[in-house]
């Protein structure tokens, strides 16, 4: 990132693999690398990432317990304490962080349906989802402004498949990203790859649609970007879906982001 000006962000679960005393120092470590750049997202966790540890899983309302005891710890490590805390799910004893950035990271929530959403916008500096068909997605910006997220930033990750032909692009996300359309309170609590296999085993390539935004033409992702948009989204994040990567980064920064770039323009 040290060869250019992009902002970034990660994904992250504390709690469980990951303590938050370790992810306060890397997020403080990489707003010092990078002034005014690095954003982090914080999420409850999926069972396929966080079973490994051994230790229970817990079921969602204490998961989301679990990381607003984490989000207090991070954001006193951020503000120089010195910090010791004993919560129902996260203990720390005397932890300081000793690189002090002049502006600490974002801290965005990471929301998958509506209930979090509202839930996030009450302690979170904004919000990051995935692409959802538009009345679910507007859905979305409603609860985290309900929830007190009016104002705060929000980031969208849109998940895309492009190509020669729609035929080639449905196929293509079919075969890289068919999993994305299990419902997110399964697709949280599975963890093994044949449980994967088994929940998509039944999905038609043409069930994708609401979940990727499949099109041959540049034309059409530029109107579902400005939609995107027009809802309040500021970082849209684009990941095309299939593999031919090249292809994408050509034709979208030749036709797509071009315009997209006029007419935020004033």
């Not at 990132?1 to 469980?16: D, K």
């Not at 004993?86 to 004893?93: F, H, K, L, Q, R």
């Not at 989802?129 to 997605?137: D, E, F, G, H, I």
Request: a negative charge.
């Amino acid at each position: 990132m040290q060869a250019t000006s992009l902002e970034f962000g990660v994904v992250n679960a504390p709690g469980q693999r990951y303590h938050p005393a370790i992810i306060a120092q890397a997020a403080a470590t990489l707003a010092e690398m990078f002034p005014g750049r690095f954003w982090m997202a914080l999420g409850s966790g999926q069972a396929l990432n966080e079973r490994i540890t051994g230790e229970l899983y817990p079921p969602k309302f204490e998961r989301n317990e679990r990381l607003r005891e984490c989000v207090e710890v991070i954001r006193a490590l951020f503000s120089g304490e010195t910090v010791s805390y004993y919560g129902s799910y996260i203990t720390v004893e005397e932890a300081r962080l000793y690189v002090k950035p002049e502006t600490m990271p974002k801290i965005i929530g990471a929301a998958l349906t509506p209930e979090t959403a509202k839930w996030a916008g009450g302690w979170a500096d904004g919000m990051v989802t995935v692409s959802q068909p538009y009345n679910k997605l507007r859905k979305m910006v409603g609860a985290f402004h309900e929830g007190g997220g009016e104002g705060k930033p929000m980031y969208l990750q849109v998940h895309l498949s492009y190509s020669n032909t729609d035929e080639k692009a449905r196929q293509g996300a079919y075969e890289q990203w068919k999993n994305n359309t299990i419902e997110s309170i399964v697709e949280e609590e599975i963890y093994t790859p044949e449980q994967f296999d088994s929940a998509s085993k039944y999905i038609r390539p043409d069930d994708l649609d609401e979940h990727i935004r499949i099109s041959c033409e540049p034309e059409k992702h530029i109107e579902w970007i400005q939609k995107d948009i027009e809802l309040g989204f500021s970082n849209i994040i684009l990941h095309n879906a299939n593999s031919e990567q090249e292809k994408f980064i050509r034709d979208f920064g030749e036709k797509v982001l071009p315009v997209l770039k006029k007419e935020s323009i004033p």
